[in-house]
RNA sequence: GGCAAGGUAGCUCAGUUGGUCAGAGCACACGGUUCAUACCCGUGAUGUCGAGGGUUCGACUCCCUCCCUUGCUACCA
């Protein structure tokens, strides 16, 4: 058995001088995706991010605010870091360029190429603008005059080092033409070819010190730094053991995987090349470049207040749907537009439709059946080897969509799964079978339906690493997976018993997005509009029409002025603990629940509109909070006496007011 | 400007070497169903396949022209 080479993947290095957004947040959810689905494979892999640090930006950034370069980037690594653990991110190591690991890797690398001849010294001419502190070329100051800051420029001589890219110009074409796999996608692939038709001039590689002190010291020549390319790119390396630890490095390089946006492919794919080319060291497998989130109205981002920072997302309806969204919105390596709207949609149609329902179709009956026993028996209906084949071909093309990166792709197929199994349950009708006591047809459904999301929560794990577990012990499963390649189907054990079902992905409210289209301040909470916690009242709008109320609205500052109340007010409502003995559904009335609660000695019949959130068996013997003097009311003809209080929650649903710990039946709540 | 990719249903896009290739998903309409998260299943409509011309028995699929969109065009101290 050979031992498979490490899965190595690496994001860029991102830039200490500002805060991350979206477009860094995207590239690292990929690799982190990518890094789990190689785990899920029973491979080993190696995920690096990190920070670039030196630079003039950084200097600057740290000099305006009177703290050291270190000091700086300190404070913004910190924030990266935090990113990250926000997001999940499962990354093995974060190198930042300021580390001693780092700096010695690079001078080692400057130390060898300048040996070799590959860097070498000259003297050139250019146009500087002094308040700017950066040179311009000939052609981009026809007039003499900076291009930033419209002060005239001088002309002015500098000695600096250069690498002989140039003399690697042909081996790089013939490596790529070769290859056709080293550049992804393809269009980037011969955007590359493209740029390297012309021809490479050499790279500058340092800067005096006396213009820019923060940075790495050019080991033969103290008097300047290494400018960007051999500081940033050689991270890839210098993570993991060069040159100190050959046996490491040579373990994990070359790196299966750079994952870069495609702004910076070309550095990667011109740059970095040629300096592994001189450096004698083999080309990374595979070079990623996706594409841009396009943020939807941002152009007019001023005048619309509907634009999304795509991040506030993920506390607004969680981070495994977010993922779910990027990967299965994007076609990788495209743009794609980015809108909380489609947001919307794509949640509602794949994952609380489709996946989430799955379960929520099935479960309860299974419970009420079959003691929510999976029975495996003879397999007999005529759709059971179908779908067990569909299993195997679509797990077959995921791992090949995977494997290509073509995340989209993976889940688009898995779809195929869920909506087969949908289709599936229509065609069969469980209900009718349990009617008609078709016991053995009846098991293999529902065993069937168990199976599939059992296969299914396997393939979506590396995308939703949260949830994917919860679809297995919502299945009575334990919340651990197979490897993949072990993953087959029929894998359900006989006599698995499910647990009660709440659902994974509650369905958003559409109405949100009529008003998200609207370009109403669904966003914007104005103080005296009702936001807060909307009580679900004895009115079956209540509730449901704030539905569209921002998930966490903003603490409005110190409270003074009107609208505030004093405690005798306050003690006007009479707010109570309340158990729920019974509950059903009031005909004729999608959102209306009938509860008879229990407060001490008295029991009192009352209506709340939470149907669309609470099934009656979830909410009998749980506490509740209600409103114990309200005005009774009929609604749809049954009376109410009392309100139970409820909240909304960040997906849209509602979350009913219970307490900490058990309180007495009956007693006040002030 | 140069190079490259693309313009196919309201939206996002599939469409191998020319002959059921006019499709999928979402959205929409209608019907079915009731287990479920107003869900699922089925059916349907809409398209001159960017425009014009050409090759061919036949072109979304090949050739030419035009229009439009997008990407790349590093570094140059």
Redesign the pocket.
Known sequence: MTAQKPFYITTPIYYANAELHIGHAFTTLAADTATRYQRAMGREAWFLTGSDEHGQKVEQAARAKGITPLQHTDALVEKFKALWQRLDICYDDFIRTTEERHKKAVRHVLGQLYAKGDIYS?????W?CTPCE???????VPEKLCPDCHRPVEE?????Y?FR?SKYQQPLIDYIKAHPGFIRPE??R???L??L????????IS?PKKRLAWGIEIPFDPEYVTYVWFDALTNYISAIGYPDDMARFHRYWPASCHLVG??I???HA??WSTMLFALGLPLPEMLFAHGWWVLSGGKMSKSVGNVVNPLDLVEKYGLDPFRFFLFR?M?FG????FSEE?FI?RY???????????????L??LL?RRQGKFRRGPATLPQTAEIAALARAVKADYIAAMEGFLFHEALKRTWDLI??L??F???T????LAKEEKWADLDEVFWTVGEGIRFCAHLVQPFMPHTAPKFLEQIGLPATFLPLPQLEWGQLPDGTVCREPS?????LD?PRIESLKKGEKAEKSPKGEKTAPASTGVSPAAGQATGGAPAAPPAAGGATGEGLIDYDEFMKTHLAVAVVETAEKVAGA??LLRLTVRLGEETRQLVAGIA?HY?PEQLIGKQVVIVKNLKPARIRGVESHGMILAAGTPDGGLAVVTTDRPATPGIRVK
């Open positions: 000259d003297t050139y001419t250019g500087y950066r040179f311009w070329t000939e052609k981009e002015l001589q500098e000695k600096n250069f890219m269009n980037r011969n955007e590359v493209g740029f038709a012309q021809p490479l001039q050499d790279l500058c800067r495609k702004d492919l070309t550095t011109v740059y919105e076609v495209a743009d794609a537009v489609s949609l509602n149609a794949d994952l609380a439709n489709d996946f989430g329902n799955l379960c929520q179709r099935t309860p009956m009420k909506s087969r949908n289709k349950i229509d065609e009708a469980p209900w009718k659902p994974i992905f509650p369905r559409t999608d959102k669309l099934t």
